[in-house]
Structures are given as C-alpha cells and as structure tokens.
C-alpha cells in the first residue's frame, strides 16, 4: 500500500524555470513532511522540511506548499539550475516521529541549459 | 563530522547465496535504520535499531533477512539465501534520536542477485 503519492515520474525543466513536484497522503497521522534529493550513486539527503500547521516554507529557491485540508503538499524549484538534476523524494512521518518515515516513488529531474 | 560509512558499494552474488552489509553511523547517533530502495521506488524502512534494541522491524523478511547492532554502533544486514527480487540498493542512515530528527543516509551498498 502505497502512502505518499508523488508525480511525475519524470520532469524537464529548461534553466531557468520553476520546477514543481507534487505529493498526497491519506494517512492523517502524518505530520512531518520532508522532502530528500538524492543524486546518482548517494544516498537521499534531506533538502526541506514542513509541518502542517503552516502553509508554506521557503528556503532559498525551495519551496514547500502545503495544503492540510486536501493532503496535498508539493515541493517548487525557483531558477532551476542543472545543478539541481536529481531525483526528489517526498515523504511523511507521524505520531510524533514514532513510525516510519515514508517515502514517494520519486521524481527525476532533469534541468536542462 | 564524517557521514554515514557503508560497505561493500558494490555485489554480485548468484541466487541461493548470502551476502552482509556493513555500516558505520555517524559518531554519537543512538539510532540507525536500514532501508531497502528497489530501482525507481522510493527507501522502504527494513528495519530500525535504538543503541541495540530493535524499534521496528515489521517489515524486514525475517525468514533471509537478518540485522544486529550489538555495541550500539556498527550494524550488519544480512540476506540468506538471496532471491533476485533481493536486487537493490541497501541505505544505512543514522539519526541522533528517534522521532523528527534528521536521518542521514549513507551511500548504499548496490546488490545485485544473478
């Protein structure tokens, strides 16, 4: 059973563009939604993280928005550079961090000049 | 601070046949984890240790799959016999306590089941 949804498989964004990402989960005891990027032959590291009494976080070009009522949060890229090539997890964890952390398919971005 | 250690990064192994996994978390985290990322899916949580206790291993195979972390510190995941559908990458990640703290991942060790 899958519990965090994430599309698209796979993006292309020109240099430059806003990338986005989007997620969805039914369990309503989640309540910590990180998202991880992960490049080839690396482990996941954790890029942004959101809880759900806000709507949206912003670090740097990154983006969280989140949407409690539609348990939907997604993940923006500003700029996006080829740098930023990669593949993007989101993921949730709940009941005060008490159970596993669960993680999307994964989406791979590619940024291209 | 030195990341997450795993070794061997790489495996080939023939089918029937057992392969163990090594990892070092970083100094001081009391909890590590060990998860199991098939190509194009997302970590699943194999198993998850607190200093030497088991937390969680609900979904770890028990039946090949074994784990321990005997001092606290270095953890080794073992599959006997492996299957093909065993290929994947096995992550380590290590965090300072439970809960929302931060997990870090090592490298992965890639296994590959002929």
């Known amino acids: 059973q899958q519990q965090v949804k994430q599309s698209p498989q796979s993006l292309i964004v020109q240099k430059g563009g806003i990338s986005i990402i989007n997620c969805a989960y039914e369990?309503?005891?989640?309540?910590?939604f990180p998202w991880y990027q992960q490049f080839p032959g690396k482990g996941p590291a954790l890029l942004i993280a959101?809880?759900?009494?806000?709507s949206e976080k912003k670090e740097g070009r990154f983006t969280i928005s989140f949407n409690k009522s539609a348990k939907q949060f997604s993940l923006h890229i500003m700029d996006s550079q080829p740098g930023d090539s990669a593949t993007y997890f989101c993921?949730?964890?709940?009941?005060?961090?008490?159970?596993?952390?669960?993680f999307g398919k994964g989406t791979r971005l590619s940024v291209i000049a | 601070e030195a990341g997450v250690a795993q070794s061997p990064r790489y495996k080939i192994i023939e089918k029937r046949q057992s392969v163990a996994f090594w990892c070092n978390p970083i100094?001081?985290?009391?909890?590590l984890y060990w998860y199991q990322q098939i190509l194009g899916q997302g970590p699943k949580l194999l198993i998850q240790?607190?200093?030497?206790?088991?937390?969680?291993d609900s979904q770890l195979p028990k039946d090949r799959f074994s784990a321990e972390r005997l001092k606290g510190v270095d953890s080794t995941l073992k599959i006997q016999p492996a299957k093909l559908e065993d290929s994947a990458v096995y992550l380590c990640?290590?965090?300072?306590?439970?809960?929302?703290?931060?997990?870090?991942f090592g490298p992965g060790t890639r296994l590959t089941v002929l």
């Open positions: 990640a290590s965090s300072r306590v439970m809960s929302y703290n931060e997990q870090f």
């Open positions: 369990n309503t005891a989640f309540d910590y």
């Open positions: 959101i809880r759900p009494d806000v």
């Open positions: 993921a949730a964890i709940g009941n005060s961090g008490n159970t596993p952390l669960v």
């Open positions: 100094s001081g985290h009391a909890t």
């Open positions: 240790f607190q200093n030497n206790g088991v937390v969680d």
